[in-house]
């Protein structure tokens, strides 16, 4: 762990969403924000720099758009920096597993040259065996497995889509960083839970036998079945799982999950201290990650964009404003509505994303305390 001293407040940015004027709009917006927050100066010339995004599974049309992340690549280049847009392929089977999937989907959605101005590059290679090993002083790891292209970049901006998660409660950009930057290797240190089938609830539909990546879910007897001995822990079985027949021990897991999560996003801006810069896009703020095939419907409103050099701080601010909305109507909130009641807690009870906030502060990679700034 870290033995940093407490640090003072960190400073987030925020622009709402509201546009009267061309100086206004959201691209003017992403703009300004990456001046307050002062990420000209992460920037300097010549740098190969990161832009680690997320191009949404195939069928998920929430992701963050790619005229954002082109406004992002353009201040870089103003900075002298040579940017590339940039994911690390998936744990579980879909169409992002490998980098060939993975770009034809980026292009799918929009995230191709002719729109960002910028290359794609898979980070973790063609079939997630481009690693760098990052030592870290953590509870859990003592080094993290980092796609190759982001460890060897000279500087990293993360924008990350604000949402929900069934593992995490919610995905920012601590997720981004953890999860998002690691390896397939290193996706796998991070879950390393086990999943089993409550018979009881299991319908016999089959889905989580078609998503196994791993080949551990099968059918016996009508029911599913999974072999803990071939689970790699992915969890892609309780996402598309109907009736929610999954399950694992979530009071002994679900904590250590979190902050060997925590531990990975340390490892991925190791060695970039002042060099690392962080978006969060509170758009289409939906139960789920952009990981699912699909895309529901928003829990609250659009709330706007956030900017700071500190991830859990950043974090923290979009969960307070997530929070302090009132959920949209015909949402998959059953519960916990109001303004001031948590979203994310009441979509996934058995999550614990306050973890990251209190390992993100022990580890030294962050701090929950902000303030606030709105840019106009």
Partial sequence: MSDAAP?????????????????????????????????????????????KAHFGERGCDTHISPTHARTVVERIKACGGRPFVTDTNTLYSGSRHNSVDHIATAVEHGFDYAVLGAPVIIADGL??????????????????????????????????????????????????????????????????????VDPK????????????????????DKKAVIEKAICIGCGECLTVCPKKAMRIDWHTEIVPFM?????????????????????????????????????DAPIVPD????????????????LDLVNGQAACPDCQLEHGLGAGEDKFAALWKWTRGDVTFTHGAAMGLGTPEYELIKVV
């Fill in 7 to 51: 640090r003072e407040p960190a400073k987030v940015y925020f622009a709402d969403l509201r546009a009267r004027a061309a100086n206004k709009n959201r691209t003017a917006k992403i703009k300004k924000l990456f001046e307050a927050a002062g990420f000209d100066n992460i920037i300097a010339r010549g740098d190969l720099t990161a832009i």
């Fill in 127 to 196: 079939d997630s065996t481009n690693i760098v090993e990052v030592g870290i002083p953590g509870k859990h790891f003592n080094k993290v497995k980092i796609a190759g292209d982001i460890a060897r970049a000279d500087a990293l901006i993360v924008l990350s889509h604000f949402k929900g998660h069934e593992l995490a409660g919610f995905g920012g950009a601590v997720k981004n960083l953890g999860m998002g930057c690691a390896a397939r290797a290193g996706k796998q240190d991070q879950h390393c839970v086990r999943f089993a």
């Fill in 201 to 220: 609830k299991c319908i016999g539909c089959g889905q989580c036998v078609a998503v196994c990546p791993a080949g551990a879910a099968t059918m016996h």
């Fill in 259 to 295: 902050e060997r999560l925590v531990e990975y996003a340390y490892g991925a801006v190791a060695g970039k201290h002042g060099k690392a810069g962080f978006f969060n896009f509170l758009t289409n703020i939906t139960p789920d990650c952009d990981c699912v095939p699909w895309s």
């Fill in 303 to 318: 709330i706007g964009f956030l900017a700071s050099s500190d991830p859990v701080a950043l974090d923290k601010a979009c």
